[in-house]
């Protein structure tokens, strides 16, 4: 990930303007590189949903919150496709409710059972990526450096708007920033 900014042309996707600055932040290569991609297939949302109604009876608020506890919140899967999701499952005889009323509870079936256990390997490797996103989601938080480099840019911009910037303080403004950066560098 990377910043620029850029005076003038309009605001783009990804980016936030602060006066005549326009800043972007770019992930994946010089333009935002590729599409999004889903996080899970529908087979593998099938699985993940299993085998956390296997751990423990869940209704489908549950199983969102799970999925984006375990994310570090990167990603939760919609209401839009937990229910259709937990329906099939349930037609598929892998699932049964459990309770009744406006929070249906879901427990594993035997046969889900079962289907988790011949599916065990992908099961764990779905798990893991789940897991790998939580992990690099906590690693990096990218918010506050957000927040900052916007404080830092419009300083910058408030500073060099007022008509009795002579050279020396433009040097010594440069300056700042050159070791600031130098700084991040070592770090």
Request: charge should be negative; charged fraction near 35%.
């Amino acid at each position: 990930m990377f910043f620029t900014f850029e005076r003038g042309c309009g605001p783009r996707p990804g980016s936030w303007r602060r006066g005549p600055f326009e800043f972007r932040w770019e992930v994946g290569g010089r333009h935002g590189g590729g599409r999004r991609r889903r996080m899970f297939d529908g087979e593998e949302l099938r699985l993940v949903l299993l085998k956390l109604i296997a751990d423990q009876p869940r209704h489908g608020y549950d199983l969102i919150r799970d999925i984006e506890e375990r994310t570090g919140g990167a990603y939760a899967p919609s209401a839009g496709v937990i229910y259709p999701t937990l329906t099939m499952l349930d037609d598929m005889g892998l699932i049964e409710a459990v309770s009744e009323g406006s929070r249906k509870e879901y427990a594993a079936t035997e046969a889900g059972r079962e289907h988790l256990a011949e599916r065990a390997d992908e099961v764990a490797a779905l798990f893991e990526r789940l897991e790998a996103l939580g992990e690099e989601r906590s690693r990096v938080d990218r918010a506050p450096i957000r927040r900052a480099t916007a404080n830092l840019f419009s300083a910058i911009q408030h500073r060099l708007s007022r008509d009795d910037m002579a050279p020396d303080l433009l040097h010594k403004a440069v300056s700042i920033i050159d070791e600031a950066a130098q700084k991040i560098e070592r770090l």
